[in-house]
């Protein structure tokens, strides 16, 4: 049998391997690529190169080119404390920051106003997607926009909500927008508008496709199969796979999960995809067709088989899945082959006095590819160094370099996705934003 070959094919520009550019990396696939970064994490950990203050918010930083691009939202009441998640209104003023990577100055902002109606309504969900000398972003409240990623001045700018006729998710808008090529995607909602393209230039809509009575929150991925370029998203009901170009659709798997809650971006790995989420049994893992594009599932979730992410997306490497399970709370190994748990453990996803009852704890992973090591970001605000290999967890180093400040689930928690970017890592709570060097 021929092998499959399969890419990754998101175009950004002049992006370098020391940058950030947008959210999971340069890729979108958790990787960091970046060369000269230590193998270890002594007691002391890496040094903190600047702190500086930032507001509420869900959305991780990017870098790029010298700069740090971190969303936030100032409440005019300032009132939230991190428990009361309901949704009641609550106005401010939703920002993109900019600032140097070398100091930590803010260089410049871009600031609306914004009222908040969503559950958790703690800030910004979506990351600064970078191309060029451009960036998107779409705010929590559905408001969708490029800015000149030099001074922050608005290129062109939506308000979805009110363009589509559109309510946003219950837990706002969360899908870090995708460019490729000469578009941009973004997320509305509603019959045939759940996934819309736009012209990157110009902001001018190219196709819109996809109905769903939630728009969800999967951010969209773009990658090569068949030789075939496939848009890859999953709405509230199905997993699908769009011509990129014009919205036509390739095929279509279906998958539903809890609450409409569909925020894993598919992963891949060799002609493997994987999707899962929160609810029973919510997984599926499917094979890819190498003649055209095509799907074939292989196996679906069931209980004590698979792992269901929420807010940290999985890593899939050598036969293995490795993600933190939205009920248990765990990071699991699985099978690729057919779902079978390897092992389980909370030390990276939950702080030690809250393990015997916390729901949804999270870690975020992402793999170092020169060094072969993982570096996890736990929900307790600690920077952790492990291997993962199929026999079990295996931790070198840990640092806690931020407080948890938002709560969820009777605990504080810190869930933002860092950048590692620069040799460091760059990672926000809603006090402040921290670089620490991890330089060997």
Not at 304 to 312: E, F, G, N
Request: aromatic share 10%; with cysteine.
């Amino acid at each position: 049998m021929k092998r499959i070959a399969l890419l990754v094919s998101v175009t950004l520009g002049v992006a370098s391997a020391a940058d950030w550019p947008q959210w999971m990396g340069e890729e979108r696939d958790g990787i960091w690529r970046e060369a000269g970064v230590r193998k270890d994490l002594p007691r002391d950990g890496g040094k903190v190169q600047w702190r500086v203050p930032v507001s509420y918010g869900y959305a991780g930083p990017s870098v790029a080119k010298g700069k740090v691009y971190v969303p936030d939202f100032v409440m005019a009441d300032d009132d939230f404390d991190g428990k009361s998640q309901s949704a009641h209104p609550r106005k401010g003023k939703e920002r993109i920051l900019c600032l140097d990577a070398s100091d930590g100055k803010v260089l410049w902002k871009h600031e609306y106003e914004v009222t908040y109606n969503i559950s958790y309504p703690g800030g910004p969900r979506v990351t600064r997607t970078g191309i060029d000398d451009q960036l998107y972003f779409q705010g929590t409240m559905g408001h969708l926009m490029c800015l000149d990623a030099n001074n922050g001045d608005v290129v062109w700018q939506h308000d979805i909500c009110k363009l589509y006729q559109c309510e946003p998710p219950r837990w706002g808008y969360s899908s870090h927008p995708l460019v490729h090529g000469d578009l941009v995607y973004g997320v509305a909602g509603g019959d045939n508008q759940v996934l819309v393209a736009f012209d990157k230039k110009s902001g001018e809509e190219r196709w819109k496709a996809l109905s769903a009575k939630e728009a969800g929150y999967c951010p969209p991925r773009v990658f090569k199969q068949a030789g075939v370029e496939q848009l890859l998203f999953w709405h509230p009901t199905a997993v699908v796979s769009l011509n990129p170009t014009n919205g036509q659709s390739y095929w279509s798997v279906d998958l539903e999960p809890v609450y409409s809650i569909s925020r894993m971006s598919p992963r891949q790995w060799g002609n493997k995809l994987y999707v899962a989420g929160p609810g029973k049994q919510v997984a599926v893992m499917l094979e890819l067709d190498e003649r055209k594009p095509a799907v074939s599932e292989l196996w679906r979730g069931a209980i004590d088989k698979a792992v269901y992410p929420l807010k940290a997306p999985p890593q899939m490497r050598d036969g293995v899945i490795y993600g933190v399970d939205s009920e248990s709370s765990a990071l699991i190994a699985v099978s690729m082959k057919d779902g079978e748990q390897l092992w389980s453990t909370t030390e990276a996803s939950l702080a030690p006095e809250t393990k015997k009852k916390a729901r949804h704890g999270t870690a975020f992973l992402v793999y170092h590819e020169p060094n072969k090591q993982y570096w996890l970001f736990g929900e307790m605000g600690d920077l952790i160094l492990a291997e993962l290999p199929a026999s079990g967890y295996k931790e070198l180093g840990r640092q806690n370099i931020l407080a948890p400040t938002n709560g969820a689930w009777g605990r504080k928690v810190v869930w933002t996705h860092p950048a590692f970017a620069e040799k460091s890592v760059f990672a926000r709570n809603d006090k402040e934003l921290v670089r620490v060097d991890l330089s060997e």
